[in-house]
C-alpha cells in the first residue's frame, strides 16, 4: 500500500503531466515538496525560473486527505499553470 505522501506525489506527476499536455506547457521541472507548515493545506511559488509546490504533510494522515488529494492538489496546479502562462 503507497503512503499518503507518495499518493500526493504521484497524483502531482499524473496532474502536471495533463496540464502539460493540454496547456502545451513544459511543466516537467516542477518541484513538489512535503515541507509546508502551518494551517494551509497547499501552495504554488514562484522562485525566479523555478516552479514548485508545496503541500503540509500533517494533514496527510487526517480525515482531510481526500479532501487534500482531489481538491488541493489540483487547485495548486491550476495556480502553476497560471503563473507559468499568465495570458
Known amino acids: 500500500m503507497t503512503t499518503p505522501a507518495q499518493q500526493v506525489i504521484d497524483k502531482c ?3 502536471l503531466a495533463l496540464a502539460s499536455e493540454k496547456y502545451s506547457l513544459n511543466l516537467s521541472q516542477v518541484g513538489i515538496r512535503l ?3 502551518g494551517r494551509a493545506a497547499g501552495m504554488a511559488c514562484r ?3 523555478q ?3 508545496r503541500f503540509n504533510r500533517d494533514m ?3 480525515e482531510a486527505f481526500d479532501h ?3 481538491n488541493t492538489v489540483p487547485h ?3 495556480h ?3 503563473l507559468m502562462n499568465p495570458a
Open 35 to 37: 515541507d509546508l507548515k
Open 51 to 53: 516552479y514548485y509546490m
Open 13 to 15: 506527476k499524473t496532474l
Open 80 to 82: 502553476i499553470v497560471c
Open 76 to 78: 495548486e496546479i491550476a
Open 47 to 49: 522562485r525566479g525560473s
Open 68 to 70: 487534500l488529494l482531489n
Open 60 to 62: 496527510m494522515g487526517r
